[in-house]
Nanobody
Framework: QVQLVESGGGWVQAGGSLRLSCAAS????????MGWFRRAPGKEREFVAA????????YYADSVKGRFTISRDTAKNTVYLQMNSLKPEDTAVYYC????????????????WGQGTQVTVSS
């Protein structure tokens, strides 16, 4: 079992930055790919970013490419999502996920999910 706890969400004006953190329990953090997904009001959950379990290859949705950066600190069992140049359309609940998957943008590949953290970007 892996438990994930997100933090770092909040309110920010357009153009601002936030850094989300996801702390994972357990000693098997390094065996999982880690992903960030989000769900905006009235919309389906969508892929944001992911990082592979071994060499740390990163993947991004086109909508956030160049603005968001995902990283992982294995020593701290934590994955981060640095979000810069935020836009109102980035407003959503952001979820951290862990899974033994190589299809990083597909939420079905992730077995473990955090409770989510709200990000609100005002114009």
């Amino acid at each position: 079992q892996v438990q994930l706890v997100e933090s770092g969400g909040g309110w920010v004006q357009a153009g601002g930055s936030l850094r989300l953190s996801c702390a994972a329990s357990g000693r098997t953090f390094s065996r999982y790919a880690m992903g960030w997904f989000r769900r905006a009001p009235g919309k389906e959950r969508e892929f944001v970013a992911a990082i592979s379990r071994s060499v740390g290859i990163t993947y991004y949705a086109d909508s956030v490419k160049g603005r968001f950066t995902i990283s992982r600190d294995t020593a701290k069992n934590t994955v981060y999502l640095q979000m810069n140049s935020l836009k109102p359309e980035d407003t959503a609940v952001y979820y951290c996920a862990a899974g033994e998957t190589s299809i990083y943008s597909n939420s079905r590949g992730y077995a473990y999910w955090g409770q989510g953290t709200q990000v609100t970007v005002s114009s």
